[in-house]
């Protein structure tokens, strides 16, 4: 790509990225297996913590629900929230120190389960990713006392459930830039190895690996509601504030390794919400980097493909610094009463069991009410994830649905601001009806435009995939993508991403609340989906797709669980299913 603005470049590669009906976006058209990375990065001589004993001591029996043990030895409040718990907030359920590092990694980012077929055996994790190929790190900000008596960097390692320690640098720093949160409070950080989604999907890559950031950080959020926690992006953080905090611009640590590249950095505090964030990342950066560092990144892969198209858009799409939280309030929500349809599931059980179907029966319906509670949860509300954003929505549904009870087959859209709504019956197709279904409560600003039998132009747009028609429905997430980068500059290009990573984190955790399985699909045809739609420009851009059904069990899949010494969790939890695609 040649240089250009950030503006426009980031304009040229969304468009160069787009799958077509008659050619896909460019990769390397077959998958190269002596080069498939290794989906575990280490840093070989860092000082190694181990999480799994601080996870024992905060739940004792090994299962969620068990109570936790303050230092003095008086019981705390136990795991044991409901999944609808998750959505309101609550007193602290876990004390401040490395048990809370523990669970936190532990429900975000670590292992979920293992598969096995035959001779093969993979992991999947808690936060779902495109082909299972991982491209997420994550990274702990912590502080004096935690794990040193110097506050420390370190990376999050979820094959072994332990941290690396990257850098130990001055208590004094921390103090100056996190004094004023709660006692406990810490950062977490997330980088992207391109080159991981980049080995099979080519130049989209860019555009997965964003997705999947922001999968990980509405886990993340998720866990630290189990906790009675909360979590926040940082919203003013510049990219090469991040990569010094994190330590990903240390060059001769990573040598011939893949590089990392920032992607955000949250703060993770117990109690109420408060309005100050930590004062001056910039100023924890410089003191970071004069601090002690250990470790060198292995390698993933004996060679790799340098695509120039992704580092384009990286470098363009890079964060200035200087973002601010949206000032207006953030509406809130009426309650949401919980279905009666169904039990209300564990919360952590809930957390560790979700998956990907690769198929949906084709026939089984969903209630209405579990319909309805899906749109509640994806509106934007101050309940989490959403509250670990720092921008008003600009991500909004156009819906394929199939057999919802109650609902005509036809397409729907949802969208989550009232300015979007307006903009879209402006673009959308002039003979769309725009009407609402009969008995939908006015907070879910719900359409019909078609009412039609729409299987087969969903399957067609999901790249000619079964699952997008065999499931209760499907859905295409709508950016509001001119608005937006004129509004924030060329790096909220990820930010877009990210939004629509976290809509697809809770369709898979209703999903599942509702004894069913979704599935996020990254392939289909963007410019067929603006022609359904009447879309002619960039005013608004399809990101992602997602599907939510009724699975089919594949015999073949062995389920184990994601670590050995949680053995004890396994007869209920790992037996739900088999069936699980590659995320």
Known sequence: MPARDPGSAVDAFHDQSKHHVNRFARSSGYLDWATQPNPFRSFDGAPRIDLVAPFRT??????????????????????????????????????????????????????????????????????????????????????????????????????????EQRCLFSPEAWDAVMGALPAGAFLAGLTSIHWRE????????????????????????????????????????????????????????????????????????????????????LRLGRAVATGAWTGRANQLSASRVQWDAIDAVADASRAPGGARRATEAIPKTSPVDRPTTVAV??????????????????????????????????????????????????????????????????????????????????????????????????DIPLCLLAPRDVRRISRQLSCAQDIAADGFFSLGMLADF???????????????????????QILYLEAEAAGARGTGIGCFFDDAVHEVLGITDHQFQSLYHFTVGMPVDDPRLQTLPGYSWEARMGSDLFSLSATSSDR
């Open 345 to 442: 599931a564990s919360a952590a059980s809930l957390l560790l069991q979700r998956r990907s179907a690769v198929a949906m029966d084709g026939h089984s319906t969903l209630a209405r009410d579990r319909f309805l509670m899906m749109l509640r949860r994806i509106l934007q509300s101050d309940r989490a994830p959403w509250d670990a954003l720092w921008w008003e929505p600009r991500v909004h549904l156009v819906l394929f649905v199939h057999r919802v009870d109650g609902f005509d087959p036809g397409i729907y859209a949802l969208a989550r601001t009232t300015g979007a709504q307006v903009a879209m019956q402006r673009l959308f197709r002039s003979d769309f009806a725009w009407v609402r279904p009969p008995g939908v409560d006015d």
């Open 58 to 163: 905060a739940t004792s029996g090994h299962s969620p629900g068990s109570s936790l043990r303050l230092r003095s030895g008086q019981a705390a409040p136990g795991l044991d929230a409901a999944y609808d718990d998750l959505f309101v907030d609550s007193s602290p359920r876990i004390v401040p120190g490395l048990e809370a590092v523990s669970v936190f990694f532990r429900y975000s980012l670590g292992l979920s389960a293992w598969k096995q077929a035959g001779g093969s055996r993979w992991a999947l994790r808690v936060n779902p990713s495109s082909g299972n190929l991982h491209p997420t790190e994550g990274y702990a900000v912590l502080g004096p006392g935690v794990v040193s008596h110097a506050p420390g960097v370190y990376h999050y390692a979820p094959d072994v459930h332990g941290l």
């Open 198 to 281: 980049a080995w099979k999907y080519g130049e989209r890559a860019f555009r997965y690996c964003q997705h999947d950031v922001g999968h990980a950080i509405a886990a993340m959020r998720m866990a630290a509601a189990l906790m009675g926690w909360r979590l926040r992006v940082l919203p003013d953080c510049s990219h090469a504030a991040l990569a010094r905090v994190l330590g990903t611009d240390r060059e001769g640590d990573f040598g011939e390794a893949e590089p990392e590249e920032p992607a955000c950095l949250c703060v993770v505090w117990p109690g109420p919400d408060q309005s100050r964030d930590p004062d001056d990342v």
């Open 482 to 504: 001119d608005a937006a980068l004129a509004e924030h500059g060329s790096s909220f290009y990820r930010h877009l991403f990210w939004e629509a990573g976290a809509i697809g």
